[in-house]
């Protein structure tokens, strides 16, 4: 398929799982496709790859900077996700800002890099990745802290940006099949251990990164600019019960 220059739409955490698929989604759907991440794909990407530590400010500022000197982007996807499993008299800070810093500063990094463009086009598209833990799972004070903050910022983006004719909207995955789902939850141990995420859903079974990836490129389309601030459970219904990702 032709790539459109005038729809190119950035992804953070392009070349695992829900950024991956998504990529690979848009790519087909004539998006121009850059995608940045800390580690190279183990397979052809479908557009353009940036190398880089999302966690390190000044290292994502420069290639940013880079990225928008010579592309205008007009639709962004803040995927990146980093989590680590404490219970709380175990969280320290250490930890718990790398968390922040991977899964809210970059999303404010990419959003400030991509809104000149956005703006002088009158034209954007921004999707947030939340997850089904902002609403609460053990072992994860971090990590939900940091998807319930990304539910407020696209809440608060939305009424700053929509004058300037760019939505943002947030994708909230349930429990989906990525490499950090099952790294953090499943390798090890045996098949009992899926149980208590699926047990409790109206569709007993893990998601798949392409399902996520189709709820993210709906909020992406230009048909989709009378719906901004709103916060989309792709979940099988997990959010209705109680069981996170």
Not at 60 to 65: A, C, D, N
Not at 152 to 160: K, P, V
Not at 171 to 197: H, Y
């Amino acid at each position: 398929m032709t790539r459109d220059p005038e729809n190119c739409v950035l992804i953070t955490g392009a070349t695992q799982g829900i950024g991956l698929a998504t990529a690979k989604r848009l790519a087909q759907s004539g998006f121009e496709v850059i995608g940045l991440a800390r580690n190279k794909p183990d397979e052809n990407f479908p557009g353009e790859f940036r190398s880089v530590d999302l966690a390190d400010t000044k290292e994502t500022k420069e290639v940013l900077s880079a990225i928008t000197a010579t592309r205008d982007i007009t639709a962004l996807v803040n995927n990146v996700g980093y989590n680590v499993l404490q219970p709380l008299e175990e969280v320290d800070l250490e930890s718990f800002q790398s968390v922040i810093n991977v899964n809210i500063a970059a999303a404010i990094l990419c959003a400030q890099a991509v809104l000149p463009t956005m703006k002088r086009r009158n034209y954007g598209r921004i999707v947030n990745l939340s997850s089904r833990g902002a609403l609460g799972r053990e072992n994860r004070t971090s990590y939900s802290a940091a998807k319930a903050g990304i539910i407020g910022m696209t809440l608060t983006w939305a009424l700053e940006l929509g004058p300037h004719g760019i939505t943002v909207n947030c994708v909230s995955p349930g429990p989906t099949a990525t490499e950090m789902f099952i790294r953090n939850n499943l390798e090890g141990k045996g098949p009992e251990a899926l149980e208590p995420f699926v047990s409790g859903m109206p569709i007993r079974r893990l998601g798949e990164p392409d399902e996520i990836a189709y709820a993210i490129e709906f909020f992406l389309k230009p048909d989709a600019s009378f719906i901004t601030g709103q916060v989309l459970h792709a979940c099988g219904g997990s959010s209705l019960g109680h069981h996170g990702s």
